[in-house]
């Protein structure tokens, strides 16, 4: 019988003495899509891909380490451990090998795993992502900021980064829902992967990705820009290239046209 899932309930994945919440949506027998989420946020960033695809996929979602539903454990960590959290959880569900899409953060995860676990990916997307997300310095003083501080030192200034102007005007809600769950996070473990993000380089071994690979940016992006994406582009053999008219979380301000991208890729 095949197991339907509509992800009307998360469940725990322990790893490494953490636990990983994660939900699944579509039919268990269907081709795996992991999607990955960006700093600050949670699995629900990636509600209208999940309901999109699901006819089509046995989508699975995720909070990363230290975000959302998740733990971070307190002990330092880097971009391995990250990335072996989703070989993880790959393992906790049987799922040999898996499609990845993740968004800032989770595309420096997925450029990780494209490197060292090529084996688990049949396909891999990087969404508004570079192989080095700013220089050490400032994430350092954000994770700094972040323990001394709390979370609202970073989330009222979250929207200009994240958004256009236009979308922050005309989808003030959706906003506000996404800057909300940034306030919510765990101080901690947003601060842990602002350590990891100060600490990741990847432009030495991005050349060496082999899994056929989409590139995704945001026209507008300030963070990780368009010429980022076309470097990634440069490097990885054959990798294809879509930018949209979004800023840095192009998922969501231009979630039909994403949907689109991811579905034309994949399928």
């Known amino acids: 019988m095949t197991q339907i899932d509509n992800g009307s309930a998360g469940r725990m ?8 919440y994660y939900r699944t949506d579509g039919e268990r027998g269907k081709p795996c899509l992991v999607l990955s989420n960006s ?16 006819s089509d996929f046995y989508v699975v979602r995720y909070d990363t380490r230290g975000h959302g539903q ?18 993880a959880l790959l393992d906790h569900l049987d799922i ?13 995860i997925g450029q990780w795993l494209g490197i060292h676990q090529p084996r688990r990916l049949t396909q891999l997307v990087l969404a ?14 954000r994770a700094e900021q972040v323990r001394r501080d709390g979370m609202a030192a970073v989330a009222d200034s979250a929207a200009a980064r994240w958004f256009t102007p236009q979308f922050i005007a005309r989808e003030a809600d959706a906003v506000a829902r996404l800057v909300d769950i940034l306030r919510s996070q765990d101080a901690g473990g947003y601060a842990a992967c602002c350590d990891v993000l100060a600490q990741t380089d990847l432009h030495a071994g991005v050349g060496t990705i082999s899994v056929p690979t989409l590139i995704i940016a945001g026209e507008h992006d300030p963070v990780t820009t368009l010429d980022d994406g076309r470097w990634l582009q440069r490097q990885i053999n054959g990798a294809r290239l ?10 969501i301000e231009a979630a039909d046209l994403f949907t689109a991208q991811l579905r034309t890729f994949l399928l």
């Open 13 to 20: 994945c322990e790893v490494d003495g953490v636990g990983l």
């Open 128 to 141: 508004n992502t570079a192989a080095r997300i700013g220089g050490a310095a400032p994430w350092q003083l």
């Open 242 to 251: 879509a930018s949209l008219p979004a800023s840095h979380i192009s998922n």
């Open 39 to 54: 700093l600050g946020t949670d699995l629900s960033m990636w509600d209208a891909q999940a309901d999109a695809l699901a």
């Open 96 to 108: 040999a090998r898996a499609a990845f899409c993740g968004i800032s953060m989770g595309g420096l």
């Open 70 to 87: 998740s733990t971070s454990g307190g002990a330092p960590f880097g971009i391995e451990r990250l990335g072996l959290d989703v070989v």
